[in-house]
């Protein structure tokens, strides 16, 4: 069952997609046949054969097979010997056409067998598949096909692509949610792990009570039907809530909760669909400094009907209640504490029995501690371990983003699991049993992009740390069913997808798979981005980047060029991994150069270089980026530094935004979709982190809106009016103090469009930022668009 706090983790997530370029997920079924993994990839991009592989697992994991994509529409089916470190075609496919042409009575082809859901037989001489709404049989040594009945009537391909699939679980359970409801609004349930989220009762592990809610206080009733009020001070704005009760069913745990403010923000939907008057639209909406909810420990002896209050501090979180974990001893419990402005996380232990509380980890940041939009970071700061009284916990506390095996008993640190100059990025597997944790990590690899990922696994203790892939360039994993081998996939973006195959056990090659091929993309006039690195403004730190030239670039010229920034702290941006699209082509092919970089102040390099966005979104990396435009300019002559551009959305347009504000000297031209122009506006979880709390003159130093006087060049704002993420008054309310500034600056407003502008109007926007920048930086006039005649008005 999913755990509260990731399912609360996917909802900010959802929140904050638009922040960040990020691939969309598409949900699979799966087949309690691993070989049977349904679902699709969708269309090869045109030109790249074989660069995607997914293995499906047989024989004990110790076979596997794959499907390649090749031209011309084929494909081929590839069987693997783990074991024995083997690879070959998984059957002739020659004469498995005949077969089923035969016995189908319809032609098919070698290169274009319409079979799906394959399943081999562990010996690997007989398949059955899916083709032509049926299900067939195959012998592999005579090459006999048979039909064994109808198809499940889903129409999918073998393939299923890992980068895509989403694991869906079960809601959390547990909690009362909501403190001022009483245990009528909602049935009770005698097993704990089906309890909904919102239950106004709960029962004892022992079945015996029922603690419950009603008026704001906490009752418990006996099998009999009999009642004892545990406590009186519970009101309407400070109401019990959060039952939980100890193993043992002889303490009660409840929180009593004081909510935050619940202020909302509007939206008006000016041409609703069908017409009529514009539409009022209001939500809750929590920004920077906004009273959260608060709670208050409480404990109940269920034997003296006694309470208590340990000694800790009131918990106090925008969406996210606090969640006790029971520990071994099951007295004691523990739950994890970040202070509003997170430079400070805890977890708290608390004694049921003596109502003590210590910290089993007090980390104090003098900056921030990375506790809120993490969901690119894939980690969990705290993971309990069952089968011992320990956690691993993951800190920066000695500059790098390290995991710590820490003793649960007394909080004590048993040993730095991982340590060096480089960061974890992600937990993939805790074995408790052999005591090893498998995880990814970024900045390993001398010589290698730092920004990479790589897999690698380490012994509780710190020792035996082993690298599971290997390869300069951007990795992705998938393991065998048993863990003992590993598709080891990595590309760069000027290099197309390698897979191999490996073991897990020291990392070593057992075979080659497959390198994709692009000779067709080349062919077509494809042309990867070059990986370009400078010096940051510290004179050390290496900033990455990538440059997306014109085709047909004519080197005596001067090239204008586009900056595509987005310096949010919650991730990096800059593509690492191939792809087949020729990248903002539809810029480029308008004679402009387009590059992007990630400056410090972004994630996963060193606590330092994250650092620098501390009190300061205004900085968003500018001085080391100017300084990387400046070393490209100084190596090729036609890059034009005297014409750059800037175009970013969300937190990118607050950046782009605040470029031609801050550093126009250099900046010419910006266009800001959905910017969040000012951090007091937006939501407060992702402000709060960054900006700090409580809120205090950094916010208004770091304000377009506030700093709008300062304008020079050209600003280009484009707003959603129903921008459900930042709240579309960001950018009113810069346009209008530009226009008390008196200040020339062109806007935007898409009735109706969502944050990014997405939807039909997105192409129309996108069509606007490019006529803009050729009249801004090419000097020249975009074509009449009023001119030529249309069709009828979109819908």
């Known amino acids: 069952m999913m755990k509260t706090k990731q399912i609360l983790h996917l909802v900010a997530a959802l929140v904050v997609a638009a922040f960040a370029a990020a691939s969309a997920l598409a949900q699979t079924k799966t087949n309690t046949n691993a070989q049977a993994r349904r679902g699709r990839f969708g269309e090869p991009e045109r030109g790249v054969y074989k660069a995607r592989l997914v293995p499906h697992w047989f024989a004990g994991d110790t076979k596997f097979w794959y499907r390649n994509e090749l031209r011309g529409e084929a494909s081929e089916f590839i069987l693997v010997d783990a074991d024995k470190g083997t690879k070959r075609r998984a059957f002739d496919h020659d004469k498995l056409a005949a077969a089923l042409s035969q016995a189908a009575q319809h032609p098919y082809k070698g290169d274009h067998l319409p079979i799906s859901d394959l399943e081999f037989s562990d010996d690997a ?30 129409k999918t391909s073998a393939l299923v692509d890992p980068e895509k699939a989403v694991a869906v679980a079960e809601p959390p359970a547990g909690y009362l949610l909501s403190p001022a409801a009483d245990e009528d609004d909602q049935t009770s349930s005698t097993d704990a792990d089906d309890e909904p989220r919102g239950r106004r009762s709960r029962k004892s592990p022992d079945g015996k009570w029922t603690a419950v809610v009603r008026e704001g206080n906490l009752f418990l009733r006996s099998q009999d039907g009999t009642e004892r009020q545990l406590s009186r001070d519970g009101t309407t704005n400070h109401a019990y809530g959060l039952i939980e009760w100890s193993p043992e069913s002889d303490t009660v745990v409840a929180w009593a909760i004081e909510p935050g403010d619940q202020k909302e923000v509007y939206l008006i939907e000016s041409s609703p669909l069908g017409g009529g008057r514009a539409i009022l639209h209001r939500r809750p909406y929590a920004q920077a400094g906004d009273k959260f909810t608060h709670y208050e420990l409480n404990l109940f002896d269920v034997a003296t009907a006694k309470q208590s209050k340990p000694a800790v501090d009131p918990y106090e979180h925008e969406w996210e209640p606090p969640q006790p974990h029971w520990l071994s001893d099951k007295h004691r419990f523990a739950y994890e504490q970040v202070d509003r402005g997170h430079q400070r996380l805890r977890v708290i232990a608390v004694d049921t029995h003596t109502g003590e509380a210590r910290n089993l980890v007090d980390e104090k940041a003098a900056t921030f501690i990375w506790t809120a939009h993490n969901e690119m970071l894939n980690i969990n700061y705290i993971n309990w371990l069952d089968k011992s009284d320990e956690m691993i916990y993951v800190s920066e506390r000695d500059g790098w983003r390290h995991l710590y095996l820490i003793d649960t008993k007394d909080g004590s640190i048993k040993n730095q699991i991982t340590k060096g100059p480089w960061v974890v990025r992600g937990i993939d597997h805790i074995d408790e049993e052999a005591r090893q944790v498998w995880f990814h990590a970024g900045g390993m690899n001398a010589g290698q992009d730092p920004y990479f990922v790589h897999y690698y696994r380490a012994n509780f203790d710190g020792t035996g740390l082993t690298a599971l892939t290997d390869g300069d360039g951007n990795h992705t994993t998938q393991y065998s069913g048993n863990r003992k081998y590993i598709v080891d996939t990595y590309s760069r973006v000027d290099m197309p997808p390698v897979h191999n195959l490996r073991k897990t056990s020291d990392g070593s090659l057992v075979c080659e798979l497959e390198k994709a091929d692009i000779a067709d993309l080349q062919a077509s006039g494809w042309q990867p981005p070059e990986v370009f690195v400078a010096k940051g403004r510290d004179g050390q730190s290496d900033i990455w980047g ?79 980026r100017i300084l990387w435009h400046r070393a490209v300019a100084a190596k090729y002559p036609y890059y034009d530094i005297s014409r750059v551009g800037i175009y970013g959305t969300s937190a990118g347009g607050q950046s782009a935004a605040g470029a031609v504000l801050f550093h126009p000297d250099f900046y010419k031209a910006a266009v800001a979709n959905s910017g969040c122009h000012d951090n007091r506006l937006d939501k407060a979880s992702w402000n709060e982190q960054w900006m700090g709390y409580p809120v205090g003159p950094q916010y208004s130093d770091c304000s377009n809106i506030d700093n709008a006087w300062r304008l020079k060049g050209k600003l280009f704002l484009i707003v959603g009016e129903m921008d459900s993420n930042v709240p579309p008054e960001s950018t009113l309310r810069l346009a209008d103090a530009l226009i008390r500034a008196r200040k020339d600056f062109d806007l935007l407003v898409v009735p109706g469009a969502e944050h990014g502008i997405r939807g039909p109007a997105s192409a129309y926007a996108e069509r606007r930022l490019r006529d803009f920048f050729v009249h801004s930086l090419l000097d020249k006039e975009p074509p009449d668009h009023n001119g030529v005649a249309s069709n009828s008005p979109q819908p």
């Open 546 to 624: 990538i440059i997306c030239r014109p085709k047909n670039l004519d080197t005596s010229k001067k090239y204008p060029v586009l900056e595509n920034i987005y310096a949010g702290p919650q991730g990096a941006y800059v593509p690492k991994s191939f792809s087949g699209t020729q990248r903002s082509a539809s810029l480029t092919d308008l004679g402009f150069i387009v590059v992007q970089m990630d400056g410090m102040g972004t994630a996963f390099r060193s606590k330092a270089f994250h650092d620098v966005c501390w009190h300061d979104l205004k900085d968003a990396g500018f001085p080391d």
């Open 125 to 154: 001489r007989t398949l059955k598949f899916e083709a032509t709404d049926k299900t067939w049989e195959c012998d592999l040594q005579a090459y006999t096909c048979k039909e064994t009945g109808l198809s499940s009537g889903t």
